[in-house]
Each structure stands twice: as structure tokens, then as C-alpha cells.
């Protein structure tokens, strides 16, 4: 999930934005890993492959951060290179426990880093960007020391509250959840992740790994589930159209599977505490439910988006109106008096 699927769709927007020919190397060996994992090819096939794609991800991350020097294309170079060094030790043989800290600081990075790159349209306060470094380092240390050992856990734990707290404090979205529509969803997906992310620390820091493989199951979920698919739902209809040139449209019910997202959440938190593993598996499949609701909402609004484009251009030509002058609300061409 985090190199196959996030590791390619990072890597593939990146690469669009960049636009360079080599870049689209990333993606294409991230998803030749999975390729190889799924068709039950040794591990080490599917490592050196995901190396390859963050080891190119780097190089592309590096290469904005010169075209345009600042702290959040610094941030998202730092995500590239935690997933750099996730993947070199996963080929170098560290088990996925071991390195799945790194991984986990490639998506919370990269994200803390476009959301600081919006956050930029709000007036900043002396010292926060100072603020914002100190838990980046917090992650990086957790993820080394290791996120299943007593020490890493605390260390990452405090990293993520940090990070939750400046990003509730200082995103765009705490202003843009009072507006309508698209940009109103947008922000409600944004919040709930940040709240999952401070989730996922207390998870850490009051029920370490070590000690229970539930608290290192909430953490690990609050993370992915709560906080990264939350963001993809709150940005699929930006990255969508960006990426793939497709217009999707948007719909009020979107909320209804991001309503299922969080509940699916809130069923696993409460069975990793009480220790119910029936109910941790139907939450599995509520997240799924979630997915595939968002899926279709998508498809259904963009087909009746244009549909009604469809009708309204026929509308217009069997009226034998101009498309400007329908669009201005004119029922005919002026004409002088």
C-alpha cells in the first residue's frame, strides 16, 4: 500500500509536475515492484525496485527544491528520502517492523509539506516555522531507533502530536471548512486527518508496541486509514484532473463514504482497545465499503456532470444561440437600437 500504491501515485505526480522524461521512472518502478511482490517474486526483487523509484523520486525532489528553495519542497525531498532509506533497508535485509517508520514518515512528510506550501496564503507567525522543523526531526529519529522499540515509539509518538498540532493550528483549513461545496469537503478531510494523526501519537506513546501489538495496530491504521486515505479523498479532485487530464466532478455525497472512512476508524480503535478481533476485521471491511462508495461517487457526479454539458451544448446549437451568449444568460443576440 505505501510503495505500490501511494509510492507510484506520489511519484507519478511529481514526475507531471516536474516534466521531465526520466523522472517518470519513479513511478513506473513502483509499480514494477508490486508487479513483482504480487506475482510472488523474492522480496528482494520488489526492494530493489521501490528503490529505484524513491532513489528517482529523490533526484526529482532535489531538483524542485533548486528550482524553488523553500521549507515545504524541503519537507517533501525529506519524505522522498525517508522512503529511500525504508527501501534500502528492507534490501539490505531490516524486517517491515523494523522500517516501516521510515515508510510511514515518506506519506506524513510529503503531506506536511503540500499542506504547508497552501498554508503559505496565511499570514505566519514568528517561529513557526521553527516549529514545524522540530517534529520532522522527532519522526526521523522515531523511525530510526524504530517505531516497535520502546524509545522509537515515544520519539515518533511526539512527532506525530507535534506535527497534528501545527498543522490544526497553521492549515488553510481551518478557514476554508467555513466556505461551501468542493472547498468546504476539502477541509473536513483535511481536519479529520489531523485528528488521526494526534490519534496515532497517543496510540504510540500510551500503548507502545512493545508491550501490546494493538496499540502498534491503532497507530499503524489511525496513520494509513485515518489520516493518508483521508487526504486522498479530500485532494482526488485536484490530483485526478492534474495527473490523468480527466475532469471529475464533485458531490455532496462524498460525505457519505468519508462518513464511512471515520466510523470504520472509530470501530477499529475501539476494538484494538478492548482487544475484539471480529470487530477489528469488519472494520477492514467498512474501509474497503468506504473505497469503493468514494469510487462510484466520483464516476456517477462526473457522468451526470457530463451529461448535462452534453445537453446544455445541444441545447444551445438546437437554439441557435452562441455558447457566449447562453453562458451570459441572453435569450438572443443584442442588436442595437
Not at 28 to 50: D, E, H, I, Q, R
Not at 235 to 261: D, G, K, M, N
Not at 279 to 294: C, N, P
Request: one cysteine or more; a positive charge; aromatic letters at 8%.
Amino acid at each position: 500500500m505505501i510503495s505500490g500504491l501511494f509510492g507510484t501515485l506520489i511519484s507519478l505526480e511529481r514526475a507531471v509536475a516536474l516534466d521531465r522524461p526520466w523522472a517518470y521512472l519513479g513511478p513506473a518502478a513502483a509499480g514494477l515492484g508490486s508487479l513483482f511482490l504480487l506475482a510472488g517474486s523474492p522480496p528482494v526483487a520488489g526492494a530493489a525496485a521501490y528503490l529505484l523509484a524513491s532513489a528517482t523520486l529523490a533526484a526529482a525532489s532535489f531538483l524542485i527544491l533548486r528550482q524553488q528553495p523553500a521549507l515545504f519542497t524541503a519537507t517533501m525531498l525529506g519524505g522522498a528520502l525517508a522512503w529511500l532509506a525504508g527501501n534500502l533497508f528492507w534490501l539490505l535485509g531490516d524486517g517491515i517492523s523494523d522500517i516501516v517508520g521510515w515508510w510511514l514518515a515518506f506519506l506524513i512528510l510529503t503531506i506536511a509539506g503540500e499542506r504547508l506550501e497552501m498554508s503559505r496564503l496565511l499570514p505566519r507567525k514568528a517561529g513557526s516555522e521553527a516549529l514545524f522543523i522540530l517534529p520532522l526531526g522527532l519522526l526521523a529519529t522515531g523511525a530510526r531507533n524504530g517505531v516497535t522499540g520502546e524509545n522509537g515509539a515515544v520519539l515518533f509518538g511526539c512527532g506525530l502530536l507535534a506535527t497534528a498540532g501545527w498543522l490544526l493550528r497553521h492549515d488553510i483549513a481551518r478557514r476554508t471548512i467555513r466556505q461551501t461545496g468542493q472547498t468546504r469537503f476539502f477541509a473536513v478531510c483535511m481536519l479529520l486527518g489531523y485528528a488521526w494523526l494526534g490519534v496515532a501519537g497517543v496510540a504510540l506513546l500510551l500503548r507502545s508496541p512493545a508491550a501490546t501489538a494493538f496499540g502498534y495496530d491503532i497507530a499503524l491504521h489511525a496513520i494509513l486509514i485515518g489520516f493518508v486515505v483521508s487526504m486522498v479523498f479530500g485532494h482526488a479532485l485536484i490530483i485526478l484532473p492534474a495527473v490523468t487530464q480527466w475532469r471529475v466532478a464533485y458531490s455532496s455525497r462524498l460525505y457519505v463514504p468519508l462518513a464511512l472512512l471515520h466510523i470504520s476508524m472509530l470501530v477499529r480503535v475501539v476494538s484494538g482497545l478492548a482487544e475484539w478481533p471480529l470487530s477489528r476485521q469488519a472494520s477492514g471491511l467498512l474501509t474497503l465499503l468506504a473505497i469503493v462508495t468514494f469510487i462510484l461517487v466520483i464516476v456517477v457526479a462526473t457522468l451526470r456532470a457530463r451529461q448535462r454539458r452534453i445537453e446544455g451544448i445541444s441545447g444551445i446549437q438546437a437554439g441557435g444561440l452562441r455558447p457566449d451568449n447562453a453562458l451570459s444568460g441572453s435569450a438572443a443576440p443584442r442588436t442595437r437600437s
